[in-house]
Structure formats: C-alpha cells, structure tokens
C-alpha cells in the first residue's frame, strides 16, 4: 500500500477531526472514548514528570504543544498553570480549540515551519512525527522542535522505543531510537531517555531530551 | 517550589547553614533541614569578617524593605571571602516582575558566583518572598542543572538503547561541552536582548495606553453617576410624575379614566407630605 501524499494525510486529519468525538479524532480509533479517555490521562501524567511538577503564576513555564489537534494536552496543560502555543496543520482541530478556549493560543502550522521569536521551556510532541509521512519533512520537523528549545529546556517527542522504522498502513511511519538519538544529539541536546506509554500494548512512548548546548 | 525543596539539592558536603538575615527576620522552620545540617545565626559584619568554605552554606533575605531586608551591596564583602564551592541561598524580597536584577549580577560576580538555581517561590509559603536563588563560588563554570525535574522524580533511560556519552544528569562533563553551554548562554542571551526590546517598548506602550483608559473610564463614570444623580432628583419631582401620570393615561385611553385622577390625588399627597415637617421637627 502507497503512503498518503503530504496533501491527503493533511485532508485526512482535516475530516478526522471534523467526523470524530473529542479524544478518538486524535486518540487511538480503535478504542472508544472513555478508553482513549484512559489512554490522554495516562500520558498527561508522564508528560506532568516530564515537565516537572512546579507551577508559578508570575513566572509561568512556557510550552509549544506540536500538533496539538483538537488540543486536549494543550488545556490540560495550561490549567497547571503553564503558558502553552497549540500548533497544527489542521484548520478543523484550531477552530475546535478556539471555540473551546481554555487559556493556551493556537496557530496553524506545520511543525518544521513554526518560528518564534520566544524559545520555550518544553516543546512537546504527541503521536505527531510518525504521522509525518515525508523523511526529509520529518528531519526537518525534528530540527525545527529542537531549536525552539532554549537551554536546559526539554524536548519530548513520542515515537516507538525500538531502533528502526517500520510502516503501518498508508499513514504511519514510526521511527526509532537509532534516528531521534542521534539527531537530538547534533542539535545540542541530551538523550534523558524513553518514557513508555506502557498502555494496552502500545509501543510508543516519549523520547526525553534537555538542551545542553 | 517552596525553600526546603530547594535547599536540599545543595546540601552536599554542607554540615552548617548560617543565617545573616536581620535578626527580626525568623525564617528556620521554613528550612526543615536535615537533622545533620546545624542552623546558626550571625550577625552581617561579624560574617563579613570571617571566611566559608564549602561545608557552610550562607543564608540571607534580600530586598529593598530595610532593616528586614539586608541589601545586596551589603552581601559582596561576605562573598568576596567565599573559597570556590561555598554556597549561599539568598532569599528574594522584591517581586519577581519587579526584581532589581542589576542590583544582584554586580555583587555576584565580585564574588565570583555563579547563579547555581534560581526560581519562585510559592506564594502561600512564605509571605512576602517571591523567589530564591541558590549562588555558589565557582573558578569555572559549574554545570547548569535542569530545572524542570524535581530532583527526587528523574527521568529514567528505559528499554534498551545506547548509553549516553556525554555526561550525567547535570550537563555535560569535558571542555567541549562547557564550551557549547556558554557558547548557548551567550548567544542566546544577545538575542534574547534583541527581541525583547520591542516587547519592551510595546509593554511599555500598553501600559501606558491601559493607564490612560482607566483615567478616562473613571472620568466617564463620574460623569453617570452625575447624570443619574440628576435623573433622580427629576423622577422624584412631582411635576415629572405628574407629567407622565399624564403620559401614561394618554397612551392607554381606556385606562385613563380610571387611573389619572387616581395618580393625580397620589402625588398631590405626596407634595402636600414633603412640605410637612419631619416628626420631630419644629422647623416649617
Ligand atoms: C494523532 S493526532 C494527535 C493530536 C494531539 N497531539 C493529541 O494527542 O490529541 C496528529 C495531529 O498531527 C497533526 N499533523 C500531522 N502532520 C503535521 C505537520 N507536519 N505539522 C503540523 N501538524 C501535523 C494532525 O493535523 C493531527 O492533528
């Protein structure tokens, strides 16, 4: 089976998340709401160690939710108190987030082609890159997220924890540890780990890196 | 982050904290140190003529509020005498969107410290401190840590994949990594610098524009309260109520009959009343 080209899977995701409820359009479509329900919360915590646990009105933390679709992390997170950007291609997902509000902004782009003249304390990246079809965009995608990182500050991006990349249907290409690591390291960061989702068999989970240069 | 969260990620090798806060200033409990950490106090001068070594770690409030708060200028003499590896937590008094930075990088780098943590602090834990900064003396640069993990819930590397050559949780070890963190430091503060300066002039700008518009709105609202004042001396005259007593039988014909000699009498009473004088009263 061929992969989507760049314009069908940005359609595809388009109609995703007009058709579907909240959590399965961004979620996992072979589980129903309340199960997907299970599945954001898990990920919210690891991503609540990844972030860290401290909070302050006056001196917030500053987070660029990559791909946020229809921008459940993205609230989630700005009601601990951060100051989060939601990002993503799909026009459908930002108005569903606008009319929701909930504290974060959002805008639409692609991940390689967001650009701001604020560096963030986390970029995060939740079941995005293996939906990034192209390689060449993906390295591009994973180059601009790390740049946004400003020293000390964490990259997260969610993909298997294997080496090597795999093909699932017509829109997934997971990629694996022997292509973040490596990539990450040149881009000045170090590899803290992979946190597994560790959720009904799911093989993904959250590459951690922090800016050392 | 409250105090005694922060304090014991630097607690190594240190067998004493000393507080040269005034004395009125009463901040140990928040501490919560260890059993094997002392708490003495000493005066600021006294400090100023002695000397630390690393198993001491300094302990101040700082801000503007004088005597309660010692003032930073106060601190260099203290930290001038600092052998490389003592540490001090210095307690912030200002608030954070306020803080006179300028007058803390001068005294910090005559001591040759470098700012090992900063951060806030929460509000509800100690009143009046919005932030501490934990600074020790250094001969080089000293790792940055990460400060996005509390240091009890690390980040552990799972599942198979290769070691990390670079170095352990607290940056990278080796010159080349130094390097490319100060190179980092430095780079990313002269460009920060650059595009916070419109930022600055526009916050400068809506501040400004915020202020104009709240003189205006209270202008404005002086000027309703004017006009309603006014309205209700006029409802309240009897020629108003009389008028639209009027008004009101005019509109509905089939009721007037009926209802404005009704109203008439009523406000004709309610004038021959206000003319009375109060009970009480013998004015009239
Ligand atoms: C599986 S959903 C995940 C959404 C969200 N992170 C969540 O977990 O609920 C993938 C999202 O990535 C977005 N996306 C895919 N490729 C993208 C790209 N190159 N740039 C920006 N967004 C992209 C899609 O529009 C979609 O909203």
Redesign the pocket.
Do not use: P, R, T, Y
């Given at each position: 089976m061929g992969l989507l080209s760049a314009e069908e899977?940005a359609a595809y995701?388009n109609a995703r998340?007009q058709r579907e409820g909240d959590l399965r359009s961004?979620?996992d479509m072979s589980f129903d709401e309340p199960t997907n329900r299970m599945f954001y919360i898990l990920r919210l915590s690891l991503l609540l160690d990844i972030v860290g646990h401290q909070s302050d009105p006056v001196a917030p933390l500053f987070l660029l939710?990559?791909?946020?679709?229809?921008g459940?992390?993205s609230r989630e997170l700005a009601r601990f108190g951060h100051q989060v950007d939601g990002?993503?291609?799909?026009e459908s997902?930002l108005a569903y987030c606008r009319e929701r509000g909930g504290g974060a902004r959002y805008f639409q782009?692609?991940?390689?082609g967001w650009r701001s003249p604020w560096l963030y304390d986390v970029v995060l990246s939740?079941?995005?890159l293996f939906?990034?079809l192209d390689d060449d965009?993906w390295e591009r995608?994973v180059r601009n997220l790390a740049s946004l990182v400003r020293l000390r500050g964490r990259l997260a991006l969610a993909d298997w924890g294997e080496d090597g990349d795999r093909t699932y249907g017509n829109y997934q290409v997971v990629r694996g540890r022997n292509r973040y690591v490596p990539l990450a390291r040149e881009c000045g960061l170090r590899f803290d780990g992979w946190r597994p989702y560790a959720f009904r068999g799911n093989p993904n989970g959250f590459y951690v890196f922090t800016r050392t240069g | 982050m409250r105090i005694s969260e922060l304090l014991p990620r630097y607690l190594d090798g240190v067998r004493e904290v000393v507080d040269v806060s005034h004395p009125d200033v009463t901040l140990e409990r928040h501490l919560r140190l260890p059993a094997e950490v002392g708490y003495r106090r000493v005066a600021l001068e006294q400090a100023a003529g002695a000397g630390f070594g690393p198993e001491t770690m300094l302990f101040c409030l700082l801000g503007a509020a004088s005597p309660a708060h010692v003032d930073p200028d106060a601190l260099t003499p203290v930290l001038r005498r600092f052998s490389p590896g003592t540490r001090a937590a210095l307690l912030i008094g200002w608030s954070v969107e306020e803080l006179p930075y300028h007058r803390l990088v001068g005294p910090l780098v005559a001591g040759r410290c470098q700012i090992r943590e900063v951060t806030p602090l929460d509000r509800a834990a100690i009143r009046g401190v919005s932030g501490a900064l934990v600074v020790e003396r250094v001969t080089r640069l000293a790792p940055l840590r990460g400060y996005l993990i509390d240091a009890r819930t690390p980040v552990e590397p799972a599942g198979p994949g290769p070691a990390e050559p670079d170095g352990g949780n607290d940056g990278d070890s080796g010159d080349g990594g130094e390097l490319a963190t100060v190179l980092r430091v430095v780079n990313e503060y002269q460009l920060a610098d650059l595009v916070s300066r419109p930022v600055r002039r526009r916050l400068a700008e809506l501040t400004e524009r915020v202020e104009s518009q709240q003189r205006l709105l209270a202008e404005r609202d002086e000027l309703l309260r004017d006009a309603r004042r006014r309205l209700a001396e006029v409802e309240s005259s009897a020629g108003y109520q009389l008028g639209s007593a009027v008004a009101r039988g005019a509109r509905v014909p089939a009721r007037a009959l009926a209802g404005v000699p009704r109203e008439l009498a009523r406000v004709w009473r309610g004038r021959r009343s206000a003319r009375r004088p109060g009970p009480g009263s013998d004015a009239g």
């Open positions: 899977n995701w998340h961004g979620g939710d990559a791909g946020c679709g229809k459940w992390f990002i993503d291609a799909s997902a782009s692609s991940l390689s939740v079941d995005v939906h990034i965009e995608s | -």
